[in-house]
């Protein structure tokens, strides 16, 4: 998997886990279409991904059962075997889990994932992306694409969300 999907699969897995929370289940049954909405992408590129990471050696998602008819195919989310170690030691944050809101889906992953990463504090360029784990470069193109919107906002010491 590539550098430039990784975006893309961490807001399809978040769909996943939000599919899970949606759903009262570890083994949600969301289809590709249901998935698509909430990830901004078309229902072609989802199935495509989620054949790709259930394929991988170590993956991140399993098949538990193939749909039929109306009922979507259950997935259930994993703790890959090589970072199962580092996962004992990762606190959590406390907070909500959302999907991509669908203002942003022209915008793209990158920008949903720096748009998340802002809050009320100012914090710089380089911080921002840190957050939002993605380069400085492609962290600054988003921060300089939500200025345009309004939703990010450059002050004196940083980097806000913006008010639109």
Known sequence: MGPGRAPFIRLLLRAMVVAARMDGSTQPAFGCRALSQMTGADYTVVARHLKRLREEDDPLIELVE????????????????????????????????????????????????????????PTGATAVAHTARVSRSAGSQALRLLATYNLAVRDGEGWVRGPG
Do not use: C
Request: hydrophobic letters at 45%.
């Open 66 to 121: 193939a749909g039929r008819g109306k009922a979507a195919d259950r997935y259930r989310l994993r703790v890959p075997d090589s970072y199962r170690d580092q996962s004992r030691w990762i606190r959590w944050r406390g907070g909500l889990i959302d999907v991509l809101h669908p203002a942003l889906h022209m915008l793209g992953p990158v920008v949903a994932l720096v748009l998340e990463a802002l809050s009320t504090a």
